[in-house]
């Protein structure tokens, strides 16, 4: 069984994002790039069903779309301890795009299981996982929050409204991997780091797939009023300024 | 031509979300010069039904199948799809929750449609079209060009005003061929929260931290949150030591959410944090530190010791709860 992670690379999530060209356009200076938080999870999680041998996991394979610049972001996972690695070589420019892109990686190789995180810290979108089904009309579960792999078969368990669902679906399928799929993401440790080095990189070009969106401006959130403070000692007053005040409760 | 919203349901009832979805689907629909249908998918009964016509829907198109009565996005995405084509939608609206952000991606790849994704506000224009977005977990909003001739949209929860603005609406039924074939998720298990207010759907929540100090002290929180109907939340270092439920982490990596009132005990106010919460309408923060960064971000505030200040909220809320 061979797993494939996707991941994206993102602002470390402490940037203070900044925008330039008359806000229309991030602005990149001193950025700290940092595997998405949800995709580095899916990867540990994918790392520890091939640690466990009755899995059945035997190959774990990273894809990344982006320009040969965020080979970096692909090296820290390969030095987490993915096998081998796929960058489709393009720069990305909306989810419809990229999840064209990664669908030629799934293509090209033998996959089982494709993992996606449930957003990117970024753009907040939440669309690649699903988008990348679509185009491979494959199946997809989204907001696992525990993956399992028992007598071959993949079990799922996915958040619903105010519960959860064990699911099976066959395989290959697309997993949307939200929170709980793995306690801590692994780190990277000296000998993964040397070992990465001599991992292979496989760089496949783009499909001819155009962006359906784009951003076209940015703006900062609205200021908050300031904090109004009320004296501990007279905590009641808060309630009161809720009920006649801000009229919430 | 029309609007399209995917009215979901809950064990056969609609909630605030879906007239929610309609009231900002007829509103959209006004801003086209065009009709707004919801689309139905599960057993709903016509009274339930006729519910949406109150927030301006004048067509619901129902369907109903034994093999649809769990998510499977893939087949739920083929009949949406069907319906959008049959109705000649232009715009189709979901909500950004758990099944709209795994519908609305597939569609968009079926329909070959520009998806904008947790939108939190009407179009800022129609031609072109453009949508307003939350980015960077709340620290920017975005203005996203949708450039093709359907578009689709996931609303944040609790971002639009309910509208009303009744019709009589028309029920069709729309009938499904379905084999097992086309639905591949099996549900082995279904795990509930019976009886409790979610998270995502409170108006108030009150949520704790690691200035809590132990599990142990969190009763006079669920006290609170008992009394105003509220519901209960953490921050992420009190998930992770156990002391509350993964389910209730609110911030980046956990929950997203809206409600109008947020009350942050004994957090401190992470950039982490914030982005889960920062669009609550208004946010408490009692904290015993007064520089603590969650200050920056509330409207009302108490420095002070959560153990001492929650008695005195408790007793003052018993209290207008009395009157």
């Given at each position: 069984m061979n797993v494939l992670v996707c991941i994206s690379n993102v602002p470390d999530t402490t940037t203070k994002v900044k925008f330039t060209d008359n806000n229309t356009r991030l602005d990149t200076a001193g950025i700290q790039w940092v595997i998405n938080p949800w995709d580095e999870l899916s990867l540990t999680r994918a790392l520890e069903l091939k640690d466990d041998a009755s899995t059945g996991v035997k190959q774990v394979s990273v894809a990344h779309v982006g320009p040969v610049s965020s080979e970096p972001t692909i090296r820290k996972a390969l030095a987490i301890g993915a096998d081998n690695a796929f960058r489709v070589n393009v720069e990305p420019a909306d989810a419809y795009q990229v999840a064209a892109a990664l669908a030629e990686v799934v293509k090209a190789g033998q996959f089982d299981i494709i993992l996606c995180g449930i957003e990117s810290s970024d753009y907040n979108g939440s669309n690649v996982g699903s988008m990348l089904a679509e185009f491979l009309d494959l199946p997809s579960v989204s907001a696992i929050s525990n993956l399992k792999v028992e007598g071959g078969q993949a079990v799922i368990t996915r958040e619903i409204d105010g519960g959860k669902e064990v699911v099976v679906v066959p395989s290959p399928f697309v997993g949307i991997v939200q929170k709980g799929i793995a306690k801590e993401p692994r780190i990277a440790a000296m000998r993964g780091i040397m070992m990465a080095r001599s991992k292979p990189i496989t760089v496949l070009e783009a499909p001819a797939a155009e962006a359906l969106s784009s951003f076209v401006a940015y703006e900062p959130p609205q200021p908050r009023a300031a904090c109004k403070f009320i004296d501990p000692e007279n905590a009641a007053q808060l309630i009161e300024m809720l009920q006649n005040e801000a009229k919430v409760i | 031509m029309s609007v399209i919203i995917y009215a979901e349901n809950w064990d056969g009832k609609f909630k605030k979300l879906t007239f929610e979805l309609a009231s900002y689907g007829a509103k959209v629909a006004e801003m086209l010069g065009t009709s707004l249908v919801a689309v139905s998918i599960g057993k709903v009964e016509e009274s339930e039904l006729k519910k949406l016509g109150k927030y301006g829907v004048q067509k619901v198109v129902t369907t109903d199948h034994e093999l649809l009565r769990h998510l499977d996005s893939k087949a739920y995405t083929s009949l949406i799809a069907r319906v959008a084509q049959k109705e000649g939608a232009k715009v189709i609206v979901m909500a950004s929750n758990n099944a709209g952000k795994s519908i609305a991606p597939r569609l968009s790849v079926k329909l070959k449609a520009a998806l904008g994704s947790g939108?939190?506000?009407?179009?800022?224009?129609?031609?072109p079209f453009v949508v307003s977005k939350k980015v960077f977990s709340g620290n920017a909003f975005a203005h996203l060009l949708l450039n093709t001739e359907v578009k689709i949209i996931t609303l944040m929860q609790n971002s639009f005003d309910l509208a009303e603005n009744a019709v009589e609406p028309v029920i069709e039924n729309f009938s499904v061929e379905l084999d097992g074939a086309e639905v591949k998720t099996v549900v082995k298990d279904v795990q509930k929260h019976e009886g409790k207010i979610l998270l995502t759907d409170a108006e108030i929540v009150i949520s704790g931290g690691r200035g809590m100090k132990s599990a142990d002290n969190w009763q006079p929180i669920l006290e609170l949150a008992e009394l105003l109907n509220a519901a209960t939340a953490c921050s992420r270092p009190v998930s992770d030591e156990g002391w509350r439920p993964h389910e209730e982490h609110t911030g980046q990596t956990g929950k997203i959410i809206a409600p109008n009132l947020y009350f942050a005990i004994g957090i401190s106010g992470a950039t982490q944090h914030l982005a889960g919460v920062s669009s609550s309408k208004y946010i408490v923060a009692i904290n015993s530190d007064k520089s603590a960064p969650i200050f920056e971000a509330a409207q009302y505030g108490i420095v002070g010791d959560a153990m001492k200040v929650l008695p005195k909220l408790v007793e003052a809320v018993k209290e207008i709860k009395t009157k």
């Open positions: - | 939108v939190n506000k009407l179009p800022l224009t129609t031609e």
